[in-house]
């Protein structure tokens, strides 16, 4: 199975800041990675998905990069209302498997 | 707009069962493999299960294979989650969701619906 490590789990940053989060697997998934937003109370919201192809609605602020085992999404200037919790998760192999997820919060 | 809207949580012993549902709407529901994912007290997103567009295929956990068991009704535009020996570290809610094309990434999720296994 692979395995998602997301690094932070937490990170406090201020509005226009440019924030960056890792996410690691422990075997090749070639491009296979997407990323969701999650608000408190409501569902996960998808951003991205093959790695870099933003969802549609999705704001050009956020950015995708990466293949094999290591990926990254920033956000090139946060924004009020991207404080929330972040989370990766790899789609290459059966059993699906989520990075435990990195809070951003207000500095 | 994608509509998904489950039920059917609710308050269970440990050993018992349980049935979720998934009503789909404004989406072609037969041409989409659909799954269940869970995330529990602690925040974790588990992957539970998925079944493909026609039905003929079904992928479990290990945490739930045995004792779940994922379905659609293509004519009714349902998905749904027979659970039974529900244990107590199945306690999460429970998310269905869409796939954007086969074997790729969940585009579209419902509002969720809990489980809470206690006695």
């Known amino acids: 199975d692979a395995q998602m490590t997301q690094s932070p789990s937490s990170l406090s940053a201020s509005v226009g800041d440019r924030v960056t989060i890792t996410c690691r697997a422990t075997?090749?998934?070639?491009?296979?990675l997407a990323w969701f937003q999650q608000k408190p109370g409501k569902a996960p919201k998808s951003l991205i998905y093959a790695a870099s192809i933003l969802q549609s609605g999705v704001p050009s602020r956020f950015s995708g990069s990466g293949s094999g085992t290591h990926f990254t999404l920033t956000i090139s200037s946060l924004q009020p209302e991207d404080f929330a919790t972040y989370y990766c998760q790899q789609y290459n192999n059966y059993p699906l498997t989520f990075g435990g997820g990195t809070k951003v919060e207000i500095k | 707009e994608v509509q998904l809207l489950e039920s059917g949580g609710g308050l269970v012993q440990p050993g018992g069962s349980l049935r979720l549902s998934c009503a789909a709407s404004?989406?072609?529901?037969?041409?989409?493999?659909m799954s269940w994912v869970r995330q529990t007290p602690g925040k974790d997103l588990e992957w539970v299960s998925t079944i493909s567009s026609s039905g003929t295929s079904t992928y479990y956990a290990d945490s739930v294979k045995g004792r779940f068991t994922i379905s659609r009704d293509n004519s009714k535009n349902t998905l749904s989650l027979q659970m039974n020996s529900l244990r107590a570290e199945d306690t999460a809610i429970y998310y269905c969701?869409?796939?954007?094309?086969?074997?790729?990434?969940?585009?579209?999720w419902g509002q969720g619906t809990l489980v809470t296994v206690s006695s």
């Open positions: 404004e989406f072609t529901f037969s041409s989409y493999a």
């Open positions: 075997q090749n998934i070639n491009n296979n």
């Open positions: 969701a869409k796939e954007k094309k086969a074997g790729t990434t969940l585009d579209y």
